[in-house]
């Protein structure tokens, strides 16, 4: 048989407020559209809904900006309360440029704006953050999913993340439970006998971009199954996709 993977949407999901049960959405969601978890399947959930579920969602009229956020809203043109949330989520600022602020957060990411994003939150002030912990926000929707609907499935945890040198965003892992989200294929030959000494597939970031296929940014569908690929189970961590910067050349 030849290898063949399907990706489902999960459609009827209402909307997510502080405290909400992923899992139990999931399933009262599939059970309304008349389709089955299977083990072995792959559950991509956009971070958005887990930050609103966790209550990581600020309001900027509740934010009172620092002399530091100021002075650099005013040199990027962006709302000093917007700069102050990111300063507080930033590890580092890697770069500021063309208005942008590129940071380095808590988890080890890089990407815009530490993660701060106000699309998809309802309220005109109103901005999510990422996660505290989203492999840990990964199992626990792994092991409601386990608990209520019975099946062992892996679940990966998807942001939007632009990307140096290309156009254009994609979707990537930001947090993962139940499988190994870096396929090595290192020390392995290659069809021609040679010796592979670099290839390491980020998986875990494929089957994210995969899933936004479906998902979509306007879509309301915050939720997919991966069903047909065959992962590396295992206790894996996002931490595993993190470069160390003593290896990073370029931030």
């Known amino acids: 048989m030849l290898p063949e993977i399907k990706i489902i949407g999960i459609e009827g999901i209402p909307e997510v407020k502080i405290g909400s049960d992923i899992a139990s959405l999931i399933a009262n969601s599939i059970k309304k559209q008349g389709i089955k978890i299977l083990n072995n399947d792959i559950i991509v959930v956009t971070h958005k809904i887990v930050s609103k579920a966790e209550g990581r969602i600020v309001d900027l009229k509740k934010i009172k900006p620092s002399d530091f956020a100021l002075k650099i809203s005013k040199r990027r043109k962006k709302d000093p309360r917007m700069v102050e949330v990111i ?49 840990r926000s990964a199992q626990l929707i792994k092991d ?51 010796t592979l000494k670099a290839t390491a597939i980020a998986v875990a970031d494929e089957l994210a971009s995969a899933a936004e296929l479906v998902m ?35 931030s």
């Open 144 to 194: 409601g999913i386990k608990r209520k609907l019975n099946v062992d499935v892996a679940v990966i945890i998807s942001d939007t993340f632009g990307r140096p040198w290309r156009e254009g965003q994609t979707n990537v892992a930001i947090g993962v439970a139940g499988l190994e989200p870096i396929l090595d294929y290192r020390g392995k030959k290659d069809n021609h006998g040679y």
């Open 87 to 135: 300063l507080r989520e930033a590890k580092r600022i890697v770069r500021m440029d063309r208005g942008m602020i590129i940071a380095e957060t808590r988890h080890g990411f890089v990407c815009a704006n530490a993660g701060v994003d106000k699309s998809n939150v309802k309220g005109e002030d109103m901005v999510s953050l990422l996660p505290i912990n989203p492999d």
């Open 216 to 250: 979509g940014k306007l879509k309301k569908i915050p939720i997919a199954i991966i069903r047909g690929y065959k992962y590396n189970e295992g206790k894996g961590s996002i931490k595993s996709l993190i470069r160390p910067r003593l290896k990073d050349l370029f």
